[in-house]
């Protein structure tokens, strides 16, 4: 199990940027395949981006495509979203993911594929 800890959401008009952080715990981060989902009021959670455990692989959901990119730093236990371009309906609380993984490309991009989640962080955009 691995506890994970988001940072970096806000306020932001359209058109900004922020990036997301989410700090994981324990020694065998780079044993996890990470993800990003979003759920906005009333929508269900929905998957946004994914990475390997070794940050070889990399998957997005069609609607943040070439605007946001998910990364990884294995050695600070962390994982990273970046978002430029931000829109309104890119609102919603941004979550952190984490599952074990045995292969070094593989990623996953249901939420019940995943066994530990972070608390979120709220992301606003105004238009």
């Known amino acids: 199990q691995v506890r994970l800890v988001e940072s970096g959401g806000g306020l932001v008009q359209a058109g900004e940027s922020l990036r997301l952080s989410c700090a994981a715990s324990?020694?065998?981060?780079?044993?996890?395949?990470m993800g990003w989902f979003r759920q906005a009021p009333g929508k269900e959670r929905e998957f946004v981006a994914a990475?390997?455990?070794?940050?070889?692989?990399?998957d997005y959901t069609d609607s943040v495509k070439g605007r946001f990119t998910i990364s990884r730093d294995n050695d600070k236990n962390t994982v990273y979203l970046q978002m430029n371009s931000l829109k309104p309906e890119d609102t919603a609380v941004y979550y952190c993911a984490a599952s074990i993984s045995y292969r070094t490309l593989i990623y996953y991009t249901r939420p019940g594929q995943y066994s530990d989640w972070g608390q979120g962080t709220q992301v606003t955009v105004s238009s």
């Open positions: 324990g020694r065998t981060f780079s044993s996890y395949a």
């Open positions: 990475i390997s455990r070794t940050g070889g692989s990399t």
